[in-house]
């Protein structure tokens, strides 16, 4: 129990990176999705080619792997993001959003917006044709078929997937370890390294500050939905 | 006729447009093309001995075997717990006694809102630290097996949910009791629906033993530090060893495409509710 009492303020400093992680890679994620989703549905053959390749191959590959050939192989084909040099001091420690944060959110980012592209892609499929037929036979112009038709119909069917895809953005923050950015998992290991004694409750915290954003994350998302379902 | 929600059949303009996105698509292609190409070559990465280790045969061998086996096998022995696991938890959460039902779902909810990785980095400080070169393994073993085993849960669980309600009602007509028209009612039709979606959750099993890097376990990622270390390769070697879990993993979604049309038809892989959300269905 000392390990946590002794510690409480680097571990909710870990947890404040994991969470500016989530932040920062969700709204990354969720621009390049949509971006993704466009071309993916888009009338364009080549454009849809490109951005199913890029789905296809990004989400088979482990996000560790992304993480670890943006953060060692990246440099050496100039691509770094040392120009990000933020730490902001606090009275219990600092936030370093450095370079391998920026990387990190980078990584995420690109991995987490495959599944964005296919979680709102998803929700495309699920309006039914007869939708867009009935819209156009009424004489509605292009935008107002998606506008009040298509769209509104699609994001809120695409809304739990999304969800899906931003709660497990949320746990994959930790795969951030590996590439030296100083968040939960690396408190996680640093401490019950120190105090092999109180691994149980290490576990027990970590573990249990996870399950709550989890669940803060599933409850907005269900509220949202359940406000925003339509009535079939 | 269209067969996209989206767009009508279009005419000559915009055909007429359509082929000028494609031109500049593609010259924007080629152009992201020849940039990776120009710095790859400008930085020493294309040159041959760079890229000789993957074809010289004892680094292959090692490639394929300290590399691809270890991590099928830490792979195979994580699905291979998580469907034990799953049907457990899976059936628990579906029974009428709360003493069971409760646990369960306490317990899936806690392994699935749970990173992976602390899973790990918790079993390698109780047991793999002890334990020597096998440890770590076990370790990515046991974490895939407890996170996955809890996502089969609620593929289990949906996918008995899933069976037309006139079956069970029929085997409760005939007098059947709840265990046996679980064993021998539900189970064997949800399993033709689950066999897609347990696939699919070895794509993310296979994807995830990578994790063991971080606990210094044997697979394929470990080995990319010893190989750029030596030869200062780093770019060819992420790209092979990217390239090779995109090929099993392609594999795989493709071996569940296939199950799926033969025992599923053209329908919709099974949709499993997500973590957090308070989905209270039994049979």
Known sequence: MTAITENYQAIVISFVTAILLFVAAGIGSLVLGTFLAA???????????????????????????????????????????????????????????????????????????????????????????????????????????????????????????????????????????????LETAYQLKQLTDANPGDRWWLLAVFAGGFVLLVEIVSFASNRMERRWRVAR | MSTSVLFDAPGPKTVRRHRLYTVLTVVALLALLALVGWRL???????????????????????????????????????????????????????????????????????RAVPVLMLMIFFFSVYGIYNGSTGPFW?????????????????????????????????????????????????????????????SQCVVTLKDTSLGYAIAAPGLTALARPLYLEFQNHVPVFIVIAGIYLVLNLLLTALANVVQRRFVGEKKQLEVSAVGTADQRTV
Not at chain 1, 95 to 115: D, E, K, P, Q, S
Request: aromatic content about 8%; proline content about 5%.
């Open chain 2, 139 to 199: 370790c990515v073993v046991w974490a895939l097996s407890l996170y996955n085993g809890a996502v089969l849960a609620e593929v289990f669980r949906a996918g008995i949910l899933a069976v037309p309600s006139g079956q069970a009602e029929a085997a409760y007509a005939i007098g059947m009791r709840k265990t046996q028209v679980v064993w021998i009612i539900l189970l064997p039709q949800a399993v033709k629906i689950m066999i897609p979606a347990i696939i």
């Open chain 1, 39 to 181: 071309l993916r549905v888009g009338p364009v053959a080549i454009m849809r080619r490109a951005a199913g390749v890029y789905v296809t191959s990004v989400r088979n590959i482990p996000l560790l792997v992304v993480l670890l050939f943006l953060y060692y192989a990246g440099p050496k084909i100039g691509v770094t993001f040392r120009f990000v040099d933020i730490v902001i001091p606090t009275g219990w420690g600092d936030i370093r959003m450095t370079n391998a944060f920026a990387t990190a959110v980078v990584g995420l980012t690109l991995y987490t917006a495959c599944f964005v592209c296919e979680a709102i892609r998803s929700g495309i499929n699920a309006v039914p044709v007869g939708q867009a037929e009935a819209a156009r036979a009424i004489g509605l112009p292009f935008a107002g078929v998606m506008r009040q038709v298509v769209l509104p119909q699609a994001f809120r069917a695409a809304l739990p997937p999304l969800a899906s895809t931003q709660i497990a953005l949320l746990k994959n923050t930790t795969v951030a370890i590996a590439i030296t950015v």
């Open chain 2, 41 to 111: 070559s400008s930085s020493g990465q294309l040159e041959g001995d760079k890229w000789e280790v993957f074809v010289t045969p004892a680094y292959l061998e090692r490639i394929l075997v300290d590399g691809v086996l270890e991590t099928l096998k830490m792979a195979a022995g994580g699905i291979v717990g998580a469907v034990l696991l799953g049907l457990v938890l899976g059936i628990g959460k579906l029974s009428n006694h709360a003493v069971v039902r409760v646990p369960s779902w306490a317990l899936v909810e806690f392994f």
